[in-house]
């Protein structure tokens, strides 16, 4: 498949995505970067700052992504899309009041009810996507269509046919992909890559175990048809998903931004805490482990709870265990501490967050002290020779997307990484409904070796104008 045509697409905003083409879709740096000329593109040039424009206005939008961009000087977010009127309004405030309080400059926020004529602005360099996880994939996609540099908050997508197609529409197109998963960079949880790097190196010999803790979601939800609120596109807010009627416990609070809504507890959009903290914590296994580009072999869900009786309808206590490459063997299970735990044949390291979530909505992670321990304290002082593995050293999440923007260097989340790590959560849940039994997975082709009806799980029917499959073909029309 062809590029987006560059007709289609500002001078600036073809040169730009051209220019980053090889270094966004690189699996590992190497050599320096050079800054693209200010001249190339004018005053608003990545070299200089980047325009932003915010996809999705609610919780993690305002408790997390914006304020972690806003701050840096470099960067200007200058409009704001969301299906919610109500939302949209006090998101405009929300941005125009950061900038007039923190920064004492004025910043008139243009506001769209449809993402997609935020995507096609002309004035805007880049997307913050902090949407329901349903609408992640295809907002990411039209985007990279579109010649923006993408954020997006975890995870990728919704299904792993989605992910894949996501990964490769971003990397023909060239523009920097940051997935949300922070838990990567040193701002402000160093003890993750610390941690990576000690197992990386042998410190506790050969790695056999990695444990992930993972909280469940309760049951609940009430289940009472309710009118749609006035403002609320709720049809276009379900996106692919299919049509089901309108009640409050399946969205979000409209003023009421930072309680945790509820369309993070139904399967209809997505997985629960397998994908909603899931990928946070994988994601940190697997470049423990060095499987960043691959995933597991086989899954087998030893034990699972779901809801009997309330709306809300994704998974409770479960314990997943996964085989991964060296005969390494990863058990994820919420009885386990909140984190990640490599076991080897000479001790073990345990990372998890210190000093609480990303938002203040965020389950609690039982963090100890630093966030990082081990068998023996001796091995928390190793140091790191110079001719051993250093794993990449992002300042923070947004920041070194902001970076990768202006230098063309390769960021820390690039998209393949993030399917891989999204992907496992996946193969995880699709066990889950298929307790004991032990589901073949094969990471080159993407599909289970030895069960039809687990595959089926690889995919959804889209409802039509929506979905990613639409876009590909319209793509392909094009070409």
Known sequence: MKKANPKELSRRTFLASSAKATAASAIAMSGFPTIVPASVFGKNAPSNTVNIGQI???????????PSTMKYDDARVIAAADFDGVRLDSGKKFIEDFYSKQKNTSVSVKTYD???????????DA?????????????????ALAGKHIYCQKPTSLTIEEGRQMSD???????????GSQQRSLDPWPQFKKACELVRNGRIGQLKTVKIGLPGDPAGGKTTEMPVPGRFNYDAWLGSTPYIYYTFDRVHAQTDVNARPGWLRLEQFGAGMITGWGVHHIDI????????????????????????????????????????????TMIVNPKFPNGIRFEGTKGWIFCTRSGGGATSSDPATNARNK??????????????????????????????????????????????????????????????????????????????????????LLSRPQRYPYGTSYIKASAARKA
């Open 56 to 66: 999705g206005i609610g919780r993690i939008a305002r408790g997390h992504d914006l």
């Open 114 to 124: 449809d993402y997609k004529d935020l995507i096609h602005d002309k004035d805007i």
């Open 127 to 143: 997307v913050l996507i902090s949407t329901p996880d349903h609408w992640h994939a295809q907002v990411a996609v039209e985007a």
């Open 169 to 179: 529409f971003i990397r023909k197109s060239g523009v920097v992909f940051q997935l």
């Open 285 to 328: 296994a697997h470049w423990g482990m060095g499987t960043e580009y691959t995933g597991p072999s086989e899954a087998t869900c030893v034990s699972v709870e779901f809801p009997k009786s309330g709306l809300w309808n994704v998974h409770g206590d479960f314990e997943v265990q996964m085989k991964y490459p060296n005969d390494v």
């Open 371 to 456: 966030g990082i321990d081990a068998s023996d304290p001796k091995i928390l002082e190793s140091v790191i020779g110079p001719n051993e593995i250093h794993l990449y050293a992002s300042p923070e999440q947004h920041r070194n997307w902001l970076d990768s923007i202006k230098t063309k260097k390769p960021n820390i989340s690039p998209i393949e990484v993030a399917h891989r790590s999204c992907s496992a959560c996946l193969v995880a849940h699709a066990a889950m409904k298929f307790p004991n039994q032990r589901l073949q997975w094969d990471p080159v082709k993407e599909h289970f070796r030895n069960h039809a009806e687990a595959n089926k």
